[in-house]
Each structure stands twice: as structure tokens, then as C-alpha cells.
């Protein structure tokens, strides 16, 4: 008998920004956010957990095929601890069950995406790891219980445990018991609800958002207002998106993403994630906005340079040949929606651009995706472990 | 009888910034600045004034040798209606005097540095025509007051009526009487603090400061917080001032520049003045900063990309050492104090600037200057304008 389990989890891109932990420990923000899980179609963790009587040297774990330290009291270690434990409830609730608690691990976890396009893996990847070992210890844990264990992973990975749009509570419990996610709405809400991708080149690598955060909690003063203003603007996008409101999700979406990036720039010394590319981008999509008379399209960037714009799937066309007009990309673009572009709309001020566009690879490449699930269960044929349960690739 | 008078009057760069008004008539700000003057034997604005009886076609000016236009109602008009009407009160007062306050004027200014440095001409260029008149006019008003004009012709520059360091206060009387420049210490308090200037180009012309600032008063949620931090900014970059303590005077110079350019960037659309060259040069004086153990240089960033780094004398010929190490400059850098460089720190980290430095030009060229004093009275040999009333430079 072979006890293993195989599934996705989604990336997921915040509206409303999380910046700013009140419990570094246990990962309490100290603002709620909110974001759009993207479709596992294109960007995805796979994760395959195996648990074995015989597995020798303790739990083992390969992020990638690359053998990863389970290190004691580690993020990882408290995710894979915390699962266990709630399997070893169900036994001792049911002795008929297994003893799959008592087992050493084995876990493989892969991303479709490369690291270097710069997306947050952290996020999938911890989500897809608490998917997979709930579906293999067999937990009756709801996606909200099981978002308090993978917010100790990574903050936001809470939010990749639905699929739609997801708010991630702040709570208010010092223990985080109420600081987990759940559902605003599901995809099938507003199918319509596309994302481009836009990743973009950065010599310098940023600071890391784990410190850079702390260091904004420390210093900014500006923050404090943030903090304030933040529950109006989770309101109101919750209702932008239950009215699919696109006007209002995007001008909600684009504040929030300045004010996030103002209190990294209020921080001492100051963090940049904005280049001048990202400021390009930003200029695009405003006069792009502008020049259609209402919001069509919203950007939003996360601890980086890469611009996530989202739109409705009608103006998609008119926005990716805006894009792809003024950066054009080293790699080759391919659209899994086969978008046919459009031209920029009528009375386009060309000034806000560079004449002639950016220099080829300012823009390295376009991603376009849509809203999508949460995890997926998938079959054994999709393991990626082989019989001895090591990784496959490594085999 | 030639009634003129010729005056100098110097740059001013704000440690504290002033952004947003609260009466755009009036110019009345949204909350207090605090500035170095910065030495006019470098960077200064000349304007010659003249009445004469005989003149025809109502009063002109020219800037920079070309004829500007004083319309109605507009800004300089404002200041020169003022001035006119304080010699009115004079006339008035002592029917001995020649009526100066109705023959019409000419008036001729002149930058001594390019419009293309980037640099604020608008704060030196109107308080030279303040001071300029009120000695053709032989005013009895004390700086302060004659600041409540060029004020009204240019917020900051009220500032440039006086040297050393300087605060506008923003008072809070609604007819603006109260919001004024007054010298918080003079330049031979602590005439050792000099500043270089980092000429950075930009492709693109930024926001106006006038337009930008009230779309930051409309529409910026964090600026209520940066009005209610500044007070205590000011309040504590004065001790720093009058107790000659360059770290602490530097610390708020950093925080309060990085704090102006968050609300900035807090603003919809959102506005930015910093480049990637800018970022660099942050990224390089917090360096230098850390390696020193200490506080040896602070940068600060008007509406615009250049840099203005603030340091001790003892301490440029690091500063200096390292700005063109990594930014070689286009335009040959003339020292007027022939400051030999010094190697970088021990324990500078490389790896905060680019390998090999920026390419040539991404810093045009660098200025260095000091504090320096308040508006100066010229000899008749500096007259801008010839026997006829019109500029030397025209005839």
C-alpha cells in the first residue's frame, strides 16, 4: 500500500497588499489583504507527499529536484509539524486508521514558472505542500483551517488555498486562530477577469520582503495611516468585485499598490522595488485609462519590478499591443488565448512613452492568465516521485 | 537722476519640503519648510531694477535676456503691485520723495546657472525681484516681511531672502500674514556645511511642482500623516541646526526627502521625481553612511531626478571620491575648492552600486557649493540693463 497524494496550488497576485507583520513568529499581518488567485492552468506548485514506514533519515523534501534542508523550527518544519498533529488527532480518534503520523515523509514540490520570472513561488509552493499532506493524511480540515498552518509557511500563501478572490483576515486573536483566509468570491464568479504579466529586468536585486517589511513596521510614519485606511479599501473592493464593478476594482487596485510602494519609499533607509521600466508600465496603463475614458486596465506590483495588470478579457487585445508596441520582449510571447491585439485607442498621448519604445528585453517577457481554482487533487500518474520515493528527475 | 538698484539673491535646497497648499491664491502652504541657502559665489539669480518717468509702454522684464511677459493678475505681477504700493505708503507719508511708485519699471534678471540643471531658478529669480525693488524703493520692510511677497510670487522662494538656514513658517492666519521666512541659524553658525548637486538627466519632463502638489493635497490618503509628523521635523532638524549635530541634521534631511516622495508616489496617478540614477545615488550615500559607522553625507530630492547631498567640509573628499567613481560625469567637474578625493570607506560594500559603476552622462555634472548668506546689494557696474533700459545683453 502505498500512501501518497499529488496536487496544484495556484499563484496568487494581492489587490490589497500585505506589508507589515505583528507577530513575526506566527505570521500576523498587520493589515488584511486581498487577491486573485491565477489560473493553474498556466503558473502552478505540483507537490507529491509520501509517507513510508521504511523511509529512512527522518522527512526528506526537494523543492525543484533540489534537495531541501527541513530545518528544525523553520517555516517548513512548523507547516509539516502542525499537519501531522492533526493527523494524529484522527488516530487517536480511530485506531482502525494507519498510522501515517508516526511516518517519515517524503515531499517533492515543482513549479511550472522559473524563479527568476520573479513571481512569489513562496506562496504556491507552501499552499501546494499543506494541500498535498492534507489530502494525504486525509484531514476534515476546511481550506480556512488549513490557511492558518500555511500562513506560518509564508504569509501569503494563505490566500492560494481558495480559488477566485481571496481575502486574507488580519484577526485579531494573538494566537492567529482568526487571522486565516477565505472566499469573496469563487472564479466562476467573474471568469472574465484576465492578468498580463509583465516581467521585468532588474540588475540589483531587491531587498527581501521579509526584512524589508519589519524594517517598514520599524521606521515609516506613514505607515500608521496606511494601516488606517486599509479596511475602507477591503470594503470597497470586496463590493467592486461582487458587483464586478471593473472601474472600481482597478482604481482600488492601482492606490493600493502606490500606497504599498509609498511606505516602502517612507522606510529608512528607503526600499525601491519600482524601476524605471515599472514607472513605464505604470505611465502605459494610466494613459492608456485615460485616453479610453475609464479604467480598463489596473497594475499592481508586488516586492519587485514585474507589473501584473489585470483587465477584463475584451480589453485584453488593446492592451497587450500597447504593451508589446512600447516593450517589446526578448522572449517569445505565447498567449494561451491566442489574443488578437488591437490599437491603442483614439486620442493616445504617445508623449507619455519613450519615442520608439524601450530597448528590447526592458521587458523580458508577458504571461497572460486569468482568474482560476484553488488546489487540485491530481492523479498517480502525475507523482513526482518514483517507487523508491525519490524525485523523478533525479532518477 | 537714475533710480536702480541691482541685487543678487542666492538657491535655496529644503531639508524640510513644502508640498501642498492650503490657499492657492495666497500661496499658503500645507505645512512648514525648513532650507540651506546655498552660496551665491556659485549659483545665483542678478536682477537689476530701474523706474524712469520717461519710460513708455508700462513696465517689462526680461529673464535671461528674453522679454517675459507680466500678466495681469499672474504671479509677478502679484509681487510687483505689492512692492509699488509699500513705496506708495512711503510717498504718501513724504511728499519729499521722488513718486517712483508710478513711473514704470524695467527689469531685467539673470541665472547664473542653466535652466537645464535643473534647479529651482523660480525661488532665487523672484526674491532677487523683491529685494531688488525694495531697494529701488528704499523700503523699510525687514526680510521677513518683503518675504511675505516673494512668497506670493513662488512659495520657496521666500526662503531665498535670507542666508544660512532658514524656515517658512505656515502660519495659520487666513490672509497669509503669518506665513513668512525666518532665519533659524546664519551661514557662520556652521559655515562648514556644504552640499554637492548631482545633475541627473531624465528623458522625461516630470510632473510641474504646482500641478503635482495639489493632486497630492486632492488625493493622497498618507499626506495627513506626513502634515502631522513634519512639525516634530522641524522642531528637531532645528536643535540639529543650532547644535551643529550633522547626524541628526542629516537622519531628517533623508527621512523627510524619502517621506515628500512616498506622498508623491501615494498620489493618483501616482507621481514620480526619482530615476534609477537617483535610487543609485541613495543606494550609494546609505552606504557610505553604514560604512562610516556613522552619518557622513544626506541626500535630498526636489521635484526632479538630481541629487543635493549634504555634507560636512571634512567629509566631501570621500563623498566626492565616490560620486565620480561610479558616476562619471559628462561636463568636466570644476571644484571651486579644489576638494582632493579620498578612497571609499573601509568595509564599503561594492555590490550596492552597479559593476563597473553608470555609464557616462547618467550624472550630466556635479556642482559643489556651501551655505551661503542672504541677498546681496551690487554696485552700479553690475547693472543688467544699458543707458536706454534694456538689458546689456540685447543691445
Known amino acids: 500500500m502505498v500512501y501518497e497524494a499529488t496536487t496544484s496550488a495556484p499563484v496568487n497576485i494581492a489587490c490589497i497588499k500585505y506589508w507589515g507583520k505583528r507577530d513575526t513568529k506566527l505570521i500576523l499581518p498587520t493589515n488584511s489583504s486581498l487577491s486573485v488567485t491565477l489560473d493553474q492552468d498556466h503558473l502552478r506548485s505540483t507537490t507529491t507527499s509520501r509517507v513510508d514506514a521504511s523511509f529512512e533519515e527522518g522527512d526528506k523534501l526537494w523543492l525543484n529536484g533540489k534537495e531541501d534542508v527541513i530545518k528544525d523550527g523553520g517555516r517548513l518544519w512548523v507547516c509539516i ?34 524563479t527568476a520570472a520573479g513571481l512569489a513561488s513562496s506562496a504556491s509552493g507552501l499552499a501546494c505542500l499543506v494541500a498535498s499532506l492534507s489530502k494525504l493524511y486525509e484531514l476534515p480540515q476546511t481550506p480556512s483551517q488549513l490557511s492558518l498552518i500555511a500562513r506560518q509557511g509564508s504569509g501569503s500563501a494563505c490566500r492560494s488555498l481558495f480559488g477566485g478572490f481571496v481575502a486574507w483576515r488580519e484577526g485579531s486573536d494573538p494566537s492567529g486562530n482568526d487571522s486565516l483566509a477565505e472566499e469573496v468570491a469563487p472564479r466562476d464568479h467573474w471568469p472574465e477577469m484576465h492578468a498580463l504579466i509583465c516581467v521585468v529586468s532588474d540588475a540589483k536585486k531587491g531587498t527581501s520582503s521579509t526584512s524589508g517589511m519589519q ?18 479599501r477591503m470594503e470597497a473592493i470586496s463590493q467592486a468585485i461582487k458587483s ?33 521600466v515599472s514607472r513605464a508600465i505604470i505611465a502605459l496603463v494610466e494613459e492608456l485609462n485615460r485616453a479610453s475614458g475609464k479604467n480598463i486596465a489596473a497594475y499592481t506590483f508586488d516586492a519587485g519590478p514585474n507589473a501584473v495588470i489585470y483587465a477584463l478579457e475584451e480589453n485584453m487585445p488593446v492592451i497587450i499591443g500597447a504593451v508589446k508596441k512600447y516593450f517589446p520582449t526578448t522572449e517569445e510571447f505565447e498567449d494561451p488565448f491566442k489574443t488578437q491585439t488591437n490599437d491603442l485607442p483614439e486620442g493616445f498621448d504617445v508623449r ?35 517507487e523508491q520515493g525519490v524525485p523523478k528527475t533525479l532518477a
Open 81 to 114: 509539524k502542525e499537519m501531522r498533529a492533526w493527523r494524529k488527532e484522527l488516530e487517536e480518534k480511530d485506531s482502525s486508521l494507519p498510522p501515517l503520523s508516526s511516518w517519515p515523509l517524503r515531499i517533492a514540490s515543482y513549479n511550472n514558472f522559473p
Open 215 to 232: 524594517r517598514t513596521v520599524e521606521t515609516s510614519s506613514l505607515l500608521k495611516n496606511r494601516l488606517e485606511v486599509v479596511p475602507e
Open 244 to 276: 464586478k464593478d471593473f472601474e472600481q476594482f482597478a482604481k482600488i487596485t492601482m492606490i493600493d499598490s502606490n500606497s504599498f510602494h509609498a511606505v516602502c519609499l517612507d522606510t529608512s533607509p528607503p526600499i525601491f522595488y519600482l524601476n524605471d
Open 352 to 386: 507619455v512613452v519613450r519615442e520608439g519604445g524601450w530597448e528590447k528585453g526592458a521587458v523580458k517577457g508577458l504571461i497572460h492568465t486569468r482568474v482560476g481554482d484553488g488546489p487540485r487533487t491530481l492523479g498517480k500518474e502525475e507523482s513526482l516521485l518514483n
